[in-house]
């Protein structure tokens, strides 16, 4: 994003959005406070979370008619009387379902750069993002905003094992990420699928088979351990004499693989077409 700030939110972060409670803080929240129509607002397109439960917006709505909206929607201004939401989006959709009319927001002037770190941050720390929607969020602070994975790990509370295993999903064919997606895999599913090399195929079993996370790890193993070789029999001396009588019979290199009661197969090995021809010649007399 052109003009995007490179110096990192970090702890500050609490205070852009409502969370800091120090004096200072509380003070500062109280002169931008306000209360303004519902219509108003506008979804940040940068925000993370693009799949919204529609139990867990019904929960919340229902909270909103008993209690009203306790917590203001962070907003920034766009123009035109209108404002864009930087952290509050579900608030606002779960308040619409409660036909609240209008919501008490504080007000940020933010930069494009710093609305987006702020929407990504807060919606790892906030919210249940299913795994894709979390990694893609991974993406854009690391692209963005120039953070390493341990910076990230430090500045919303997760390991940087969390960090790297997560953004490994982004590798995943759209087909799987689409299952996440959907809530049909994990992400423990899905990161015993990413080193795999037929992770699609590998998907659809879990799924018809409904595996554990377990099971799917196990799964995984066994499709990408080096296949194992049994060695083979040791032939018995009547199968290499015999062998040895056809070879010498026909001048060139016999093998036979004797099965029992099944039968087998004898092969003759040639170099050249000319010692193919005189084997064909030999045969049809």
């Known amino acids: 994003m052109t003009g995007a700030p490179k110096k990192r939110l970090g702890r500050g972060l609490a205070a852009l ?12 929240d109280v002169r931008t406070l306000r209360h303004m129509p519902i219509e108003l607002l506008r979804a940040s397109p940068n ?21 009203g909206l306790l917590q203001p929607i962070v907003v920034r201004p766009l123009g035109g009387g209108e404002y864009e939401i930087v952290a509050g989006e579900r608030r606002w959709r779960a308040a619409q ?26 919606n790892i720390q906030r919210t249940d993002l299913n795994p894709l929607e979390e990694a893609r969020a991974y993406g854009l602070l690391l692209e963005q ?9 430090e500045s919303i509370g997760k390991s940087r094992s969390h960090i790297a295993n997560t953004l ?34 590998l998907a659809d079993r879990i799924i ?12 995984a193993r066994e499709a990408t351990s080096p296949k194992t070789h049994r060695p083979k029999a040791e032939k018995d001396a009547d199968t290499k004499a015999l062998e040895k ?24 090995s040639y170099k050249t077409l000319d010692q193919l021809e005189d084997i064909c010649k030999r045969l049809q007399s």
């Open 17 to 28: 959005i409502g969370d800091d409670t120090s004096e200072d803080a509380v003070l500062q």
């Open 47 to 67: 925000n993370p979370r693009k799949h919204f439960a529609d139990a867990d917006l019904e929960e919340l709505s229902n909270s909103i008619r008993d209690k």
């Open 245 to 268: 009588i056809v070879s010498e019979a026909i001048g060139l290199k016999v093998a036979i693989a004797h099965k029992g009661s099944a039968g087998g197969t004898m092969q003759i």
């Open 208 to 219: 018809k088979l409904g595996l554990s996370v377990r099971e799917a790890e196990g799964l």
């Open 168 to 201: 490994r999903l982004l590798s995943l064919p759209e087909s799987v990420r689409q299952q996440i997606e959907e809530g049909n895999l994990t992400a423990g599913h899905a990161r015993a699928l990413v080193s795999t090399d037929s992770p699609a195929e």
């Open 145 to 153: 905003f120039s953070y390493t994975q341990q910076q990230l790990a």
């Open 97 to 122: 379902r409660a036909g609240v009319h209008d919501v008490p927001v504080l007000i940020r002037e933010l930069s494009d750069g710093e609305a987006l770190e702020i929407a990504l941050i807060e």
